[in-house]
């Protein structure tokens, strides 16, 4: 099928804001492709090229797009990249400049759906030196071949950012409809595979009885299950009933370990494949797992070699990254493993057991040994008192909070469902000041939509971190990117691409979770989760936040041991 078929849906989808005729155009479309167009149809309905399982990454950058953009049009970077400032959308800029070149279409709208999606995919292998002027090359040649509303889907999707308002739910009940399978089988299976395409392909060749086949496999990650925010242990019973299974919150990073014999792969909460990062796990869990075929759920928590005292995460999310000096990594920042939760044992899948039952079965395996495995702490309990002491128990002892769990919940890959929610203390808010900000891109492209904060030193103002959530779209939902716009308009000193640089003198409450270091701002600190609270126009320059008061918070934020 060729690719102007595609780009035809996604027209129709950008039409309507109505959720059932978007299932529909989709349903419709679907039914006509054939089963070796399904993977390629799915994924880049999708906006993307590869599931979500799939390390593989295209990795694109808006400049690359720019000098694809500027090589098929003869346009200049400058004058792209002042019409990019404007517009807010490279996809929109694509659109623009190239149809001013292929005006003749129907010659150019030849491309199929599977040429455009495995020759965008080639520009994942393509590394190392010259990489930049072939990936260049390979989309000019895409974008060339295409007419100028082709172009600007090819660009969207190669930014990964497609913007058609059909997400996930509308997709899975499209699949279901078109295929004529249970939705429910369309959920279940994706849960178990965290890819729509190969689900697709299933419920079209193979119907319910495929998808019901579909089971977890060990060594393909599985979307973590996510927990809501509440304020209280009150308020955390009402949400998970009573009792519950109450857990210490430790502050390090989510990590599945899959075990199948002596293979291992450890993936992040985005389902990033870690496992060469971190040996040092492999051998903790080799020694004190008494399985060798399992999926866990749990913590990494680093700690202080000297001092044995549990470390901030920011303080190991190095590790996550590096590739090279791993042993070294491992003596400098060690680290240890909190487990809370079993999505699979000795090849079943354990994902619709009671937690209660998951979690015992977890104790059966796991030999708990200081500073490399334990269980993560917990109590059950239908007591606030008890419960209410155990959280500050927690705090006293440098964990983040608590986890409040139903004993009987599921695992439920990838939502929030209120199985199990968070508590962790709400942070004193500050008042900072903006500096710079970013143009919005697509619907918020004449609005500044993101703000460089500063607080005070002693050495003028410095960064401390970026916000943009918390302001509204409307000015009568609160405080929107319009006024906030028209309120930093006049201290605008200067502007380059999308960024502006902005004078002190609009001050705003923010709140956050977490006060953290940061080598990416003048200050050294960043705010981890900024939110919007009001704006202080009743205050000065000389009021906004020093460091000073920010560094004793930082200090307080928990008693760690
Ligand atoms: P947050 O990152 O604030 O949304 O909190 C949820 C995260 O807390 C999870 O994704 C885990 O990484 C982490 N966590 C720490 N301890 C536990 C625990 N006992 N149970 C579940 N999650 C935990």
Not at 148 to 161: A, G, P
Not at 250 to 267: A, C, M, P, T, V
Not at 301 to 328: A, L, M, N
């Amino acid at each position: 099928m060729e690719y102007s078929k595609l780009v035809d849906i996604y027209q129709s989808l950008s039409q309507t804001t109505k959720m059932l005729e978007k299932r529909a155009i989709i349903t419709d479309f679907l039914r006509g492709i054939k089963p070796d167009e399904v993977e390629a149809s799915i994924l880049l309905l999708e906006g993307r090229l590869f599931p979500e399982s799939d390390k593989r990454k295209i990795g694109i950058g808006n400049q690359l797009i720019l000098k694809s953009i500027s090589k098929v049009s003869g346009k200049t970077d400058t004058d792209l990249n002042d019409q990019w400032a404007k517009i807010g959308d490279l996809g929109l800029v694509a659109e623009k400049n190239i149809s001013s070149r292929t005006q003749d279409s129907l010659t150019q709208r030849k491309l199929t759906i599977k040429q455009v999606f495995d020759n965008l995919r080639k520009l994942s292998e393509i590394h190392g030196t010259g990489s930049t002027g072939k990936k260049v090359g390979l989309i000019s040649e895409l974008l060339g071949a295409s007419n100028s509303v082709d172009s600007k889907y090819l660009v969207r999707t190669c930014l990964e950012d497609l913007r058609t308002g059909s997400g996930f739910g509308i997709l899975r009940d499209a699949v279901a409809d078109a295929f004529d399978v249970d939705v429910k089988n369309v959920q279940k299976a994706y849960d178990l595979t965290t890819d729509l395409s190969r689900v697709a392909l299933v419920a079209k060749t193979r119907g319910d009885a495929g998808l019901e086949k579909i089971s977890l496999n060990v060594g393909t990650p599985i979307k973590v299950m996510l927990f809501k925010k509440v304020e209280s242990v009150e308020e955390g019973f009402e949400v998970v009933g009573s009792p519950a299974i109450i857990d210490y919150k430790y502050d390090g990073f989510r990590l599945q370990i899959h075990r199948s014999d002596n293979e291992f792969k450890l993936f992040t909460r985005n389902l990033e494949d870690v496992t060469t990062q971190f040996p040092d796990i492999i051998e903790i869990v080799k020694k004190d797992v008494k399985s060798k075929n399992y999926i866990i759920d749990c913590e990494v928590v680093g700690y202080d070699k000297d001092t044995k005292s549990w470390k901030p995460f920011q303080e190991i999310s190095q590790r996550i990254k590096r590739k090279y000096g791993i042993d070294d990594m491992i003596k400098e920042v060690p680290v240890m493993i909190f487990a809370f939760d079993l999505i699979g044992l000795s090849g079943k899948n354990f994902i619709d057991i009671p937690f209660k039952d998951r979690r015992e079965k977890l104790s059966e395996i796991i030999t708990e040994d200081s500073f490399s495995v334990s269980l993560a702490k917990e109590i059950t309990t239908s007591s606030i008192e008890q419960s209410q002491e155990f959280y500050e128990e927690a705090l006293r002892v440098g964990a983040e909070g608590v986890m409040m769990k139903n004993l009987e919940g599921v695992y439920k890959p990838g939502s929030r469902v209120g199985f199990g929610v968070k508590i962790k203390p709400v942070m004193e808010t500050l008042d900072l000041v903006i500096v710079g900000g970013e143009w919005g891109t697509g619907k918020r492209a004449n609005w500044i939509s993101s703000f460089i904060l500063a607080c005070r030193t002693e050495d003028g103002f410095k960064e401390i971190g970026k916000i943009g959530t918390g302001f509204k779209e409307k000015d009568e939902m609160g405080v929107s990117f319009d006024k906030m716009t028209k309120l930093l308009k006049p201290f605008i000193i200067g502007e380059s691409g999308r960024s502006v640089k902005i004078k002190p003198g609009v001050i705003i409450e923010v709140k956050y979770e977490e006060i953290q270091r940061s080598p990416t701002y003048g200050s050294g600190y960043a705010l981890r989760f900024p939110r919007f609270v009001r704006l202080r126009d009743d205050k000065d320059l000389k009021d906004v936040d020093n460091l000073k008061r920010i560094l004793k918070l930082s200090s307080a934020q928990r008693g760690r041991k």
